[in-house]
């Protein structure tokens, strides 16, 4: 087959295709997957969350178990959502003979719940005084903080309003209740976000949210000549996070289902292509040969078909841990049986054709022959097989990762819907954990099928309907 | 002749079957050694502690010897391929061992009793379910055949290709997160209420009451791709010459549905049906962890969290039987149903 009968194939074959409107979905989707695939930095809200999906402090910032930001429109009250403000205006001034850096940060908040926390961090060198002021759009400040810090090196800080604010609050509540009222309340007990964010009226009783424009002043005055601050930033820690939510892990959904479309379209590509690829010879291969070949290979052929392969792909996962490539290998093992039975007696007709005799004669080898002229011709009717072993071998590693014995170096849906399953998502409904990786698989599994049926149609007209 | 066929087809499954064994004792043969050494230990350990007054010099000779003695018979001596043989023999005369950590309900340590006591649950769960789709997708089937190209067909293929790629599994979570959390008609999982209720009917309704989440599940991914096989299986028949004869000759459109197609229609059908039970347990089992369904599905998730190899393993040979002989029953039945199967020839 040369490259110009290929092309005229594949235009003939893109020709056929076209009038089957599911399979033109399917491509759809599919273009639109490797557009994720691609864009995959661009896309991405937590950049790192593809190598550090299981590292701990990566996700601090984010609140627990968050639904999604967009839930707000379905609720009366407001959740805060989880933000990142934006750096303002940084000045740099001398105070008594000090280097002082202010910066500032806007926060515009327009909801009815506040959100949990407020985490600030910091990044310097040597000792650093450091003061944030909340300025509220009803013109009352607040000193959050004034402590002096000594950077190691080129050390982060982080700070949360959680824990090193609550000594600033009684001073400010002081200011709008009674002094003895402030003082029976236990500290611990007050929320900071709770009493900052609210209308100064029965702010201690019933706090009200107080909307409008917000603004943190982070003030950091260098103590020490090489003393330095940079890199603050101040993350807002809402009741909502993000296009799909957090889990229990405090991990951004959306970010480990951006993460897992590649891997399922590698690991499901890659399956198809090497087990369909090997499939098509094997059966190529036994038809060509004949005799004991035949036997042999169809004997073998009869063992691989009675594995039952989720057991024995959860038995051997189990016992050798494998990476995400051996399991792919592992796959191929058992997938490549798929196309073998249609090809074999397929082969068995091409064989006898007259220009298989021909180079026969002119002295062919059987690699030639079969590689250069039986196998291109079958190849094309094992695509609908290709595509359709594509979303099995994406649900069996989705399946084997379930479980708990999927490769714990990456981000896969199955490993997310694990975690759904142990961390109670089922049990206290986290809907936002449990639906997108599951619909992100079915959605894979559906554009497959469609590319594989539309191909199917045109590859064997015999399943039309007349 | 048929006989011949049935000896033959059998005779060649425990062959397939007897080969497979070898292979899984070959592949799992570190693991199982290293289950067997820490047996050894555990064993010996249990011993010494039964020992009393004993200096500790004499303690030390005791354990070197009772643990060549065990080494020996655990075969740990011998080499590699001796091994192998042995465990395969082992496994064929099902004999797996005891487990590590899991015991039966009856407080068995014997795999083969552990096993064998879900082998039941996972039978009667899949075979009901598939009881159902069958009938459905017969059903929906034929009507998809009757009007090909229509609405309704067009529709339902489409459906079908929809949830080709769903795992059953999570539709599952969803179905116990809407249905046992969201709105609490259905229980969450497991075999029976606690605690179970007493006499005969109120504890097959029990049963009934909480397989009817996991049933419904299965069915629902189940029948789509039963009814399209159906379809195209039907459309086929419908095109031949006999059944044209006999609606010329005037057989009501039902008698020629039901009657003439069906029968013809037939073996291929009990194949599907068949190939989908054996499909749930190479493909699906898995499913059972998440309704709690204390069936071989289930076992396996218990024997990962607890790492017990041997119930594993064992596991697998049980499975890898049932699906062997699926196979076999599968190729009896079609023969039986299709006469021309069995006068056999090549294949």
């Given at each position: 087959?040369?490259?110009?009968?290929?092309?005229?194939?594949?235009?003939?074959?893109?020709?056929?295709?076209?009038?089957?409107?599911?399979?033109?979905?399917?491509?759809?989707?599919?273009?639109?997957?490797?557009?994720?695939?691609?864009?995959?930095?661009?896309?991405?809200?937590?950049?790192?969350?593809?190598?550090?999906?299981?590292?701990?402090?990566?996700?601090?910032?984010?609140?627990?178990?968050?639904?999604?930001?967009?839930?707000?429109?379905?609720?009366?009250?407001?959740?805060?959502?989880?933000?990142?403000?934006?750096?303002?205006?940084?000045?740099?001034?001398?105070?008594?003979?000090?280097?002082?850096?202010?910066?500032?940060?806007?926060?515009?908040?327009?909801?009815?719940?506040?959100?949990?926390?407020?985490?600030?961090?910091?990044?310097?060198?040597?000792?650093?005084?450091?003061?944030?002021?909340?300025?509220?759009?009803?013109?009352?400040?607040?000193?959050?903080?004034q402590a002096q810090f000594d950077f190691l090196?080129?050390?982060?800080?982080?700070?949360?309003?959680?824990?090193d604010a609550r000594k600033s609050l009684p001073?400010?509540?002081?200011?709008?209740?009674?002094?003895?009222?402030?003082?029976?309340?236990?500290?611990?007990?007050?929320?900071?976000?709770?009493?900052?964010?609210?209308?100064?009226?029965?702010?201690?009783?019933?706090?009200?949210?107080?909307?409008?424009?917000?603004?943190?002043?982070?003030?950091?005055?260098?103590?020490?000549?090489?003393?330095?601050?940079?890199?603050?930033?101040?993350?807002?820690?809402?009741?909502?996070?993000?296009?799909?939510?957090?889990?229990?892990?405090?991990?951004?959904?959306?970010?480990?289902?951006?993460?897992?479309?590649?891997?399922?379209?590698?690991?499901?590509?890659?399956?198809?292509?090497?087990?369909?690829?090997?499939?098509?010879?094997?059966?190529?291969?036994?038809?060509?040969?004949?005799?004991?070949?035949?036997?042999?290979?169809?004997?073998?052929?009869?063992i691989f078909v009675s594995v039952p392969l989720?057991?024995?792909?959860?038995?051997?996962?189990?016992?050798?841990?494998?990476?995400?490539?051996?399991?792919?290998?592992?796959?191929?093992?058992?997938?490549?049986?798929?196309?073998?039975?249609?090809?074999?007696?397929?082969?068995?007709?091409?064989?006898?054709?007259?220009?298989?005799?021909?180079?026969?004669?002119?002295?062919?080898?059987?690699?030639?022959?079969?590689?250069?002229?039986?196998?291109?011709?079958?190849?094309?009717?094992?695509?609908?097989?290709?595509?359709?072993?594509?979303?099995?071998?994406?649900?069996?590693?989705?399946?084997?990762?379930?479980?708990?014995?999927?490769?714990?170096?990456?981000?896969?849906?199955?490993?997310?819907?694990?975690?759904?399953?142990?961390?109670?998502?089922?049990?206290?409904?986290?809907?936002?954990?449990?639906?997108?990786?599951?619909?992100?698989?079915?959605?894979?599994?559906?554009?497959?099928?469609?590319?594989?049926?539309?191909?199917?149609?045109?590859?064997?007209?015999?399943?039309?309907?007349? | 002749?048929?006989?011949?066929?049935?000896?033959?087809?059998?005779?060649?499954?425990?062959?397939?079957?007897?080969?497979?064994?070898?292979?899984?004792?070959?592949?799992?043969?570190?693991?199982?050694?290293?289950?067997?050494?820490?047996?050894?230990?555990?064993?010996?350990?249990?011993?010494?502690?039964?020992?009393?007054?004993?200096?500790?010099?004499?303690?030390?000779?005791?354990?070197?010897?009772?643990?060549?003695?065990?080494?020996?018979?655990?075969?740990?001596?011998?080499?590699?391929?001796?091994?192998?043989?042995?465990?395969?023999?082992?496994?064929?005369?099902?004999?797996?061992?005891?487990?590590?950590?899991?015991?039966?309900?009856?407080?068995?340590?014997?795999?083969?009793?552990?096993?064998?006591?879900?082998?039941?649950?996972?039978?009667?769960?899949?075979?009901?379910?598939?009881?159902?789709?069958?009938?459905?997708?017969?059903?929906?089937?034929?009507?998809?055949?009757?009007?090909?190209?229509?609405?309704?067909?067009?529709?339902?293929?489409?459906?079908?290709?929809?949830?080709?790629?769903?795992?059953?599994?999570?539709?599952?979570?969803?179905?116990?997160?809407?249905?046992?959390?969201?709105?609490?008609?259905?229980?969450?999982?497991?075999?029976?209420?606690?605690?179970?209720?007493?006499?005969?009917?109120?504890?097959?309704?029990?049963?009934?009451?909480?397989?009817?989440?996991?049933?419904?599940?299965?069915?629902?991914?189940?029948?789509?791709?039963?009814?399209?096989?159906?379809?195209?299986?039907?459309?086929?028949?419908?095109?031949?010459?006999?059944?044209?004869?006999?609606?010329?000759?005037?057989?009501?459109?039902?008698?020629?549905?039901?009657?003439?197609?069906?029968?013809?229609?037939?073996?291929?059908?009990?194949?599907?049906?068949?190939?989908?039970?054996?499909?749930?347990?190479?493909?699906?089992?898995?499913?059972?962890?998440?309704?709690?369904?204390?069936?071989?599905?289930?076992?396996?998730?218990?024997?990962?969290?607890?790492?017990?190899?041997?119930?594993?393993?064992?596991?697998?040979?049980?499975?890898?039987?049932?699906?062997?002989?699926?196979?076999?029953?599968?190729?009896?039945?079609?023969?039986?149903?299709?006469?021309?199967?069995?006068?056999?020839?090549?294949?």
């Amino acid at each position: 087959m040369s490259a110009q009968d290929l092309t005229y194939w594949l235009k003939d074959f893109w020709n056929e295709f076209k009038k089957v409107p599911s399979g033109i979905i399917g491509v759809v989707i599919l273009l639109l997957a490797l557009a994720i695939v691609f864009f995959e930095h661009q896309i991405l809200p937590f950049p790192d969350g593809n190598t550090r999906w299981r590292d701990i402090t990566y996700w601090d910032d984010n609140p627990k178990s968050a639904p999604p930001v967009w839930t707000n429109i379905f609720r009366s009250k407001k959740l805060a959502t989880s933000a990142r403000l934006a750096l303002g205006e940084k000045k740099m001034n001398a105070m008594e003979g000090l280097q002082c850096v202010e910066q500032t940060f806007d926060y515009d908040y327009q909801f009815d719940s506040p959100p949990l926390d407020i985490i600030i961090r910091v990044k310097g060198k040597s000792s650093v005084l450091l003061v944030i002021k909340l300025a509220r759009p009803d013109n009352f400040g607040v000193e959050l903080l004034q402590a002096q810090f000594d950077f190691l090196g080129d050390e982060e800080k982080r700070l949360s309003l959680d824990s090193d604010a609550r000594k600033s609050l009684p001073d400010f509540l002081s200011q709008f209740a009674a002094p003895e009222a402030v003082r029976t309340i236990d500290p611990s007990t007050i929320v900071p976000t709770r009493v900052l964010f609210a209308k100064t009226q029965d702010i201690l009783t019933n706090p009200q949210p107080l909307k409008g424009k917000y603004r943190f002043t982070v003030t950091a005055i260098l103590m020490q000549e090489d003393s330095k601050i940079h890199d603050t930033s101040i993350v807002i820690s809402g009741s909502t996070a993000g296009l799909l939510g957090t889990d229990s892990g405090k991990r951004d959904i959306f970010t480990g289902i951006i993460a897992g479309t590649k891997w399922a379209l590698l690991l499901g590509i890659l399956t198809a292509l090497i087990s369909v690829g090997i499939g098509v010879v094997y059966g190529v291969v036994s038809a060509y040969f004949g005799g004991v070949v035949d036997t042999i290979m169809s004997r073998v052929f009869e063992i691989f078909v009675s594995v039952p392969l989720l057991p024995v792909l959860i038995v051997m996962s189990a016992v050798f841990k494998p990476s995400i490539w051996v399991l792919i290998l592992m796959m191929c093992c058992f997938f490549w049986t798929g196309p073998v039975k249609t090809v074999r007696s397929m082969a068995l007709q091409l064989k006898e054709e007259t220009y298989i005799e021909a180079t026969r004669a002119l002295g062919g080898s059987h690699l030639r022959l079969i590689f250069k002229h039986m196998v291109p011709i079958l190849i094309p009717y094992s695509f609908a097989s290709m595509a359709l072993s594509v979303p099995s071998a994406i649900v069996y590693e989705a399946t084997i990762s379930l479980i708990g014995l999927g490769d714990a170096t990456i981000v896969t849906w199955g490993q997310i819907l694990h975690d759904a399953l142990t961390g109670g998502a089922v049990l206290s409904s986290i809907w936002w954990w449990v639906i997108p990786p599951g619909l992100m698989i079915s959605l894979m599994g559906m554009t497959f099928a469609f590319i594989g049926f539309a191909m199917d149609k045109i590859l064997h007209p015999k399943l039309r309907t007349r | 002749m048929y006989f011949k066929y049935l000896i033959k087809r059998i005779l060649n499954g425990l062959l397939i079957y007897i080969i497979l064994i070898f292979i899984y004792s070959l592949l799992f043969n570190t693991t199982s050694d290293s289950t067997a050494r820490y047996k050894i230990d555990e064993e010996i350990h249990q011993e010494i502690s039964k020992l009393k007054n004993m200096p500790p010099a004499q303690v030390l000779a005791f354990i070197a010897e009772r643990k060549s003695q065990k080494i020996k018979e655990y075969w740990l001596d011998k080499p590699f391929m001796y091994r192998v043989y042995y465990r395969t023999l082992k496994i064929l005369c099902f004999d797996f061992g005891d487990s590590t950590i899991i015991r039966s309900s009856s407080g068995e340590r014997k795999v083969a009793a552990i096993v064998s006591e879900t082998i039941p649950r996972t039978i009667i769960l899949f075979s009901t379910t598939i009881l159902f789709e069958v009938a459905f997708a017969l059903w929906l089937g034929l009507k998809k055949a009757q009007k090909a190209g229509k609405m309704l067909d067009k529709a339902t293929s489409l459906l079908t290709m929809i949830v080709f790629g769903m795992p059953s599994w999570w539709l599952g979570m969803l179905m116990i997160m809407f249905f046992s959390y969201g709105i609490p008609i259905f229980p969450s999982g497991g075999l029976h209420s606690v605690p179970a209720p007493t006499g005969a009917i109120a504890s097959l309704l029990d049963l009934i009451y909480h397989m009817m989440l996991p049933l419904l599940t299965l069915f629902i991914m189940g029948f789509w791709g039963m009814a399209f096989l159906t379809r195209n299986i039907v459309l086929g028949i419908l095109q031949e010459d006999y059944i044209m004869a006999a609606r010329a000759r005037g057989i009501p459109e039902f008698k020629v549905l039901y009657g003439h197609t069906l029968r013809a229609a037939a073996p291929p059908i009990t194949t599907m049906a068949l190939l989908a039970l054996l499909a749930s347990i190479g493909g699906n089992i898995v499913f059972e962890g998440i309704f709690n369904w204390p069936g071989m599905g289930n076992l396996y998730w218990i024997a990962l969290e607890q790492n017990d190899i041997p119930v594993l393993l064992g596991l697998l040979a049980v499975t890898t039987g049932i699906y062997q002989a699926g196979l076999v029953f599968l190729d009896l039945i079609y023969g039986f149903l299709d006469p021309r199967i069995k006068v056999g020839g090549k294949a």
